[in-house]
T-cell receptor
Framework: IAGITQAPTSQILAAGRRMTLRCTQD?????MYWYRQDLGLGLRLIHY???????GKGEVPDGYSVSRANTDDFPLTLASAVPSQTSVYFC?????????????FGPGTRLTVL | GQNIDQPTEMTATEGAIVQINCTYQ??????LFWYQQHAGEAPTFLSY??LDGLEEKGRFSSFLSRSKGYSYLLLKELQMKDSASYLC??????????WGAGTKLIIKP
């Protein structure tokens, strides 16, 4: 049982390039999330999906887009990367956005934009 | 705005007890979570509180006072493997988690 996988593990990207971070879960969870984690700051929600076919904006959505074509996959796209998007990106999933449902996190993608 | 406050760093001795505090101001409240995150790894779930009081789970306990906007995580019989960051997160009125910056706990022998 893999849980949540993310790819790539790390990436160095030139500013202005397009990049898609991949996230796949095998727990049949309805809800999925993308966070970024920066030193000295808490995790910040970029986008989320309550269920397949729907997405919503989090706290810091600008410069990012997501899609949720099926239950398992939730890719995050940077259309034109900028240095301020250098961060560690975590994908997470939960059975629901409500109740005691905990979020399970993937191993993260470390992205550097130069 | 929404705000979660935790101490940046704490130091404790192996075998001792430590309490990590979290205060919050959020738009709405739909539960509070504590997560553990070892350096270079993903956060993992520790506890959930939605009603006032203490939730005990082995060596870890978590307390919530909604009227005071306050929670704490209590770790007993500290072990070296407990050296990690502890993240407090509140689910707001939109059912999104608002996260504190985390408390780095250093355990000394």
């Amino acid at each position: 049982i893999a849980g949540i996988t993310q790819a790539p593990t790390s990436q160095i990207l030139a500013a202005g390039r397009r990049m898609t971070l991949r996230c796949t879960q095998d727990m049949r969870h309805n809800a999925m999330y993308w966070y970024r984690q920066d030193l000295g700051l808490g995790l910040r929600l970029i986008h989320y999906s309550n269920t397949a076919g729907t997405t919503g904006k989090g706290e810091v959505p600008d410069g990012y887009s997501v899609s949720r074509a099926n239950t398992d996959d939730f890719p995050l796209t940077l259309a034109s990367a900028v240095p301020s998007q250098t961060s560690v990106y975590f994908c997470a999933s939960s059975d629901s956005m409500e109740g005691s449902n905990e979020q399970f996190f993937g191993p993260g993608t470390r992205l550097t934009v130069l | 705005g929404q705000n979660i406050d935790q101490p940046t760093e704490m130091t404790a001795t192996e075998g001792a007890i430590v309490q990590i505090n979290c205060t919050y101001q959020t738009s709405g409240f739909n539960g509070l979570f504590w997560y553990q995150q070892h350096a270079g790894e993903a956060p993992t779930f520790l506890s959930y509180n939605v009603l006032d009081g203490l939730e005990e789970k082995g060596r870890f306990s978590s307390f919530l006072s909604r009227s005071k906007g306050y929670s704490y995580l209590l770790l007993k019989e500290l072990q070296m493997k407990d050296s990690a960051s502890y993240l407090c997160a509140v689910r707001d009125s939109n059912y999104q988690l608002i996260w504190g910056a985390g408390t780095k706990l250093i355990i000394k022998p």
